[in-house]
């Protein structure tokens, strides 16, 4: 079925594929690179996380946090 709507479709995936649309997919599974957490609060003071890491090239720094924060 996917095949069929995309050969339906050429103008738009050649349009796609003109544009420099990658074919590459990315990475199922994220590893940061030197992480390192940090609580802070002092007296009276609400805490603050200092949080640090690194990433290959390609990947999104808010998909860790997504998986580390809830968010309710």
């Known amino acids: 079925a996917i095949k069929a709507s995309l050969l339906c ?6 349009g796609l594929i003109n544009f420099g649309l990658s074919r590459e997919s990315r ?13 802070l609060q002092g007296p009276n003071e ?14 999104f720094a808010t998909s860790i946090l997504r998986e580390m924060i809830d968010f309710r």
């Open 9 to 14: 479709n050429m103008e738009l995936v050649d």
């Open 46 to 59: 609400k805490a603050e996380l200092i949080v640090e890491f690194s990433l290959s090239k390609g990947s």
């Open 27 to 39: 990475l199922a599974r994220l590893m940061p690179i030197d992480m390192a957490l940090e609580l």
